[in-house]
T-cell receptor, first 114, second 113 residues
Framework: AQSVTQLGSHVSVSEGALVLLRCNYS??????LFWYVQYPNQGLQLLLK??????LVKGINGFEAEFKKSETSFHLTKPSAHMSDAAEYFC????????????FGKGTRLSVIA | DAGVIQSPRHEVTEMGQEVTLRCKPI?????LFWYRQTMMRGLELLIY????????DSGMPEDRFSAKMPNASFSTLKIQPSEPRDSAVYFC???????????FGSGTRLTVV
C-alpha cells in the first residue's frame, strides 16, 4: 500500500521568506509523486510531479521539490514566499504504471504574513 | 480544452433526496476518478474507471453511493438517499496515464440538510 505523510497541518511564513512544506512517502514500488495546490473554493492544480527522471523537479510559480529515496521524502520549497502563495498544498503518491489513483496526504495550509 | 467539467458547482438538498453529480472528463483521457474532500478525512478516493470500466469501488462508503460511466465523455455519481454526513466537496479527475498527471475539476460542494 502507498501513503504520504505531510508534516505540519499549518505553516506560516513571512513574505519573502523560504517556504518548506514536508512530505514523506511510503511505497512498496517505485513511486510517482505529486504536489497539488488548492486555493479557496477551487479545485486542485498540479504544481509539479516526479516520474523517475530528474530527482530535482521544478514546477509552476517558482516551486520545486527534490526526491530523496534514502529519506523517502519529497519536500516542496520556494526561495521567496509571495502573498499569492497562501493556499492548501497536497502531496500525493501513485504507482508508476498505468492509470492508478493518487493517494493524498492530509494537506498543509500555508499562510504568508506581510 | 475546457478541462474537467463538473456540475452542479453547488447542491443543497434535503436528507433523503437523491443527488446526482456529473463529470465530463478531458477528451482523450481514458481514466476517471471520483474523490470526496472533507475537513475530517481529507481527500478520499471513492471509485475510478479505466476505459469506462469501474476498476476499484472500495472507497464508496455505502450502498447508497453508485457511479456510472456510460461512455468516455460522461460519468455520474449518485447518492440515494442522501444524508447530512454526505456533505462534502466531490471532485472528479481524469488522466491519460500517470506520466502525464491528473487534471481535477472544480468540484461540487454538496450540502445535505
Amino acid at each position: 500500500a502507498q501513503s504520504v505523510t505531510q508534516l505540519g497541518s499549518h505553516v506560516s511564513v513571512s513574505e519573502g521568506a523560504l517556504v518548506l512544506l514536508r512530505c514523506n512517502y511510503s511505497s512498496s514500488v517505485p513511486p510517482y509523486l505529486f504536489w497539488y495546490v488548492q486555493y479557496p473554493n477551487q479545485g486542485l492544480q498540479l504544481l509539479l510531479k516526479y516520474t523517475s527522471a530528474a530527482t530535482l523537479v521544478k514546477g509552476i510559480n517558482g516551486f520545486e521539490a527534490e526526491f530523496k529515496k534514502s529519506e523517502t521524502s519529497f519536500h516542496l520549497t520556494k526561495p521567496s514566499a509571495h502573498m499569492s502563495d497562501a493556499a492548501e498544498y497536497f502531496c500525493a503518491v501513485s504507482r508508476n504504471s498505468g492509470n492508478t489513483p493518487l493517494v493524498f496526504g492530509k494537506g498543509t495550509r500555508l499562510s504568508v504574513i506581510a | 480544452d475546457a478541462g474537467v467539467i463538473q456540475s452542479p458547482r453547488h447542491e443543497v438538498t434535503e436528507m433523503g433526496q437523491e443527488v446526482t453529480l456529473r463529470c465530463k472528463p478531458i477528451s482523450g483521457h481514458n481514466s476517471l476518478f471520483w474523490y470526496r474532500q472533507t475537513m475530517m478525512r481529507g481527500l478520499e478516493l471513492l471509485i475510478y474507471f479505466n476505459n469506462n470500466v469501474p476498476i476499484d469501488d472500495s472507497g464508496m462508503p455505502e450502498d447508497r453511493f453508485s457511479a456510472k460511466m456510460p461512455n468516455a465523455s460522461f460519468s455520474t455519481l449518485k447518492i440515494q438517499p442522501s444524508e447530512p454526513r454526505d456533505s462534502a466537496v466531490y471532485f472528479c479527475a481524469s488522466s491519460s496515464g500517470v506520466d502525464y498527471g491528473y487534471t481535477f475539476g472544480s468540484g461540487t460542494r454538496l450540502t445535505v440538510v
